[in-house]
């Protein structure tokens, strides 16, 4: 069964420094998106991406975030100067719909971003 | 805004016990409604979900029916296993999805 991967699963960095978190959607989809699971707390969404530009995004998703498609595989997520509070679970997710009845997202098995 | 509220865990159960997780929601329009779940280490996979009202949406012995009027979506199954322990996302979708907190359920041998 296709799969959502995303690398790396687990990473730890300095307070201020850059983190790019990728993901390789499923082949055949066009929607992307990514999530993030705080300890203990609920998934939340951050940014949809559909025919490389951004769709929606939260109030979470700052200008410290972007996302970017580089080549027709992969999907990022970048966080600039990341703070303590971005310590959490990120979560790549893709769907060929993308709206209606009939979407449904495929989400990888996350990245576990911890900030020093 | 659109929103759903599960109850809070850890439930634990006794194997072959009867299971049944709450959800409620809110929402304007007619949402699509989702039960996901994450096993221990993996990402959120889709157990199941329903499109539309009275719809029952069903996957591995676990079922859930959407109830406009009450604005519900409980997870239930008649016989847990052990191997059903890990972390159940309700949720729904006008579009992106919104997620409920989660609810950790544990099933001792």
């Known amino acids: 069964e296709p799969e959502v991967t995303q690398t790396p699963s687990h990473q730890v960095t300095q307070m201020g420094q850059e983190v790019i978190l990728r993901c390789v959607p499923i082949s055949n989809h066009l929607y992307f998106y990514w999530y993030r699971q705080i300890l203990g707390q609920k998934v939340e969404f951050l940014v949809s991406?559909?025919?490389?530009?951004?769709?929606?995004k939260s109030e979470i998703f700052d200008d410290q975030f972007s996302v970017e498609r580089p080549d027709g595989s992969n999907f990022t997520l970048k966080i600039r100067s990341t703070k303590l509070e971005d310590s959490a679970m990120y979560f790549c997710?893709?769907?060929?719909?993308?709206?209606?009845?009939?979407?449904?997202?495929?989400f990888g098995a996350g990245s576990r971003l911890t900030v020093l | 805004g659109d929103s759903v509220t599960q109850m809070e865990g850890p439930v634990t159960l006794s194997e072959e016990a009867f299971l049944t997780i709450n959800c409620t929601y809110t929402a304007t329009g007619y949402p699509s409604l989702f039960w996901y779940v994450q096993y221990p280490g993996e990402g959120l996979q889709l157990l199941l979900k329903a499109t539309k009202a009275d719809d029952k949406g069903s996957n591995k012995g676990f079922e859930a029916t959407y109830r406009k009027e009450t604005t519900s979506f409980h997870l239930e199954k008649g016989s847990v296993q052990v191997s059903d322990s890990a972390v159940y996302f309700c949720?729904?979708?006008?579009?992106?999805?919104?997620f409920g907190k989660g609810t950790r359920l544990h099933i001792l041998p």
């Open positions: 991406f559909y025919n490389n530009e951004i769709s929606e």
């Open positions: 997710a893709s769907s060929r719909t993308g709206t209606g009845r009939a979407n449904v997202l495929t």
């Open positions: 949720a729904l979708s006008p579009d992106k999805i919104i």
